[in-house]
């Protein structure tokens, strides 16, 4: 069993930046990709950004391409997820996920582990 924990979440203006962190308890794969979702009021999670274990392979969603950076650091087990130039439409519970497997991927359902969210707010 793996636990997953973000933090870093918080109220901010746009055009501001935050970093969202999210460990690992453990590490029980040899190869996996950790995901990042978000999930606004109203509608369902999305995907925003994957990294694989190794971080050279990474993908993001088209609405977030330039402005976040999402990166990985296997000794302290953690998934970074650098914002910047936030926008109010960004607003949502942020998630990280784990998958068991190399590929980077976008749907949910390939991840197996997930984390309990942290809330970014980003006011106009």
């Known amino acids: 069993q793996v636990q997953l924990v973000e933090s870093g979440g918080g109220l901010v203006q746009a055009g501001d930046s935050l970093r969202l962190s999210c460990l690992a308890s453990?590490?029980?794969?040899?190869?996996?990709?950790m995901g990042w979702f978000r999930q606004a009021p109203g509608k369902e999670r999305e995907f925003v950004a994957a990294v694989s274990w190794s971080g050279r392979s990474t993908y993001y969603t088209n609405s977030v391409k330039g402005r976040f950076t999402v990166s990985m650091d296997n000794a302290k087990n953690t998934v970074y997820l650098q914002m910047n130039s936030l926008i109010p439409e960004d607003t949502a519970v942020y998630y990280c996920a784990l998958a068991p497997h190399e590929v980077v991927t976008t749907p949910p359902s390939r991840y197996q582990y997930w984390g309990q969210g942290t809330q970014v707010t980003v006011s106009s």
């Open positions: 453990r590490r029980t794969f040899s190869t996996y990709a």
